[in-house]
């Protein structure tokens, strides 16, 4: 279309009606269904696919060959690495049509999901957590949370800006190596952010 914001390869499939955000980039081959709702500035890499009502908020990196199914939700600013995997049916078997029966998965804001990692559907991934590359996230993530193994457990904490935080005080203050942001763990398993409000956007602090 002549008034078109987004890009699109010509070999990539858009059905419509679709939702896609000015200044998004669709590259080869990708499949996007019909009324999938992809926001701003967004890169879908190569082979990627988008099932129908898949809702993918503003600034989201998904790489190649990654499906996206009915029932994934990506919040703003989350990463999919290469071939990462969504489930999202708990129980399928070829000769049972439970297409009615698929089960949320939820990547909150911030999240970052790493190459061949698989999500079974039902989670939640906490916002700015972080899952290894070939994980297998099986239960929700706590925010901030770094997650490794098979199946993924808890090894560390991960700051905003995505690296590994160290206890540097007696209080088990964490500091951001290249931030300079305080984290600290409150509660077990629960990470904060001291220097900046949970709730307000990352890029009013400091651009990544």
Known sequence: ????????????????????????????????????HIGKQCVLGQNVFVANDVVIGKNV???????????????????????????????PRSQ??????YT??????GATIGANATIVCGTTIGRYAFIGAGAVVRGD????????????????????HGHRLKKTDSHGTMICPESGWRYREEV???????????????????TL
């Open 104 to 109: 949320q998965t939820l990547v909150r804001r």
């Open 141 to 160: 993530v706590p925010d901030y949370a770094l997650m490794l193994g098979v199946p993924a457990i808890r090894k560390a904490w991960m700051s905003r």
């Open 188 to 206: 077990p398993d629960i990470l904060h952010c001291l220097d900046w409000p949970e709730d307000k956007p990352l890029l009013e602090k400091q």
């Open 61 to 91: 990196k998904i790489q190649n060959n990654v499906s996206v199914y009915t029932g994934v939700i990506l919040e703003d600013d989350v990463f999919c690495g290469p071939s990462c995997v969504f489930t999202n049916v708990v129980n």
């Open 96 to 101: 049972v049509n439970r297409r009615n029966q």
């Open 1 to 36: 279309m002549a008034d078109q914001k987004y890009y699109a390869h010509p070999t990539a499939i858009i059905d419509e009606p679709c939702k896609i955000g000015a200044g998004t980039k669709i590259w080869h081959f990708c499949h996007i269904m019909a009324n999938a």
